[in-house]
């Protein structure tokens, strides 16, 4: 019974945010085409998280924490699962705020996974491979 408490704890604790990208995590890479010449570069990714950042500093105080989404969380809930994972994403020390600094220096996971061939880009083979990788695994679950 014990062992059941702490692992609803655990599986509550774990943000629907992250399981939610983990489900459509095509559709973030696909959106930073800002050219929209079918390849996402590092920089069109980075670019695109920082466009993100600026969005959600609502209170423009130059983090990202979830003082900015409280109303959103109420209005938007997708928006704010999406703010939510872009904190857990990037905040390097964890006091739940994601400063500008940080989300420059962030990893790029994600972009790292798709890029294969590792040459700083993700071309349409990339995303449509990263795509059906990500659909097989939901399909697991
Ligand atoms: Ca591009
Ligand atoms: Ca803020
Ligand atoms: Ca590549």
Do not use: Y
Not at 105 to 123: E, H
């Amino acid at each position: 019974m014990k062992t059941f408490l702490i692992l609803s704890v655990a599986l509550l604790s774990a943000s629907p945010a992250l399981a939610r990208m983990q489900r459509d995590p095509g559709a973030l890479l696909a959106d930073a085409d800002a050219n929209g010449d079918g390849v996402i570069t590092r920089a069109e990714f980075q670019q695109s998280r920082a466009a993100r950042f600026d969005k959600a500093d609502r209170n423009h105080d130059g983090a990202v924490s979830r003082d900015d989404f409280k109303r959103l969380a109420r209005f938007r809930p997708d928006a704010a699962e999406r703010l939510n994972a872009l904190i857990a994403e990037a905040d390097a020390n964890g006091d739940g705020r994601v400063t500008r600094d940080e989300i420059a220096k962030a990893p790029m996971p994600m972009f790292d996974r798709a890029d294969v061939n590792q040459d700083g880009k993700v071309d349409q083979a990339e995303l449509a491979a990263f795509k059906t990788k990500a659909a097989e695994l939901r399909k697991q679950r």
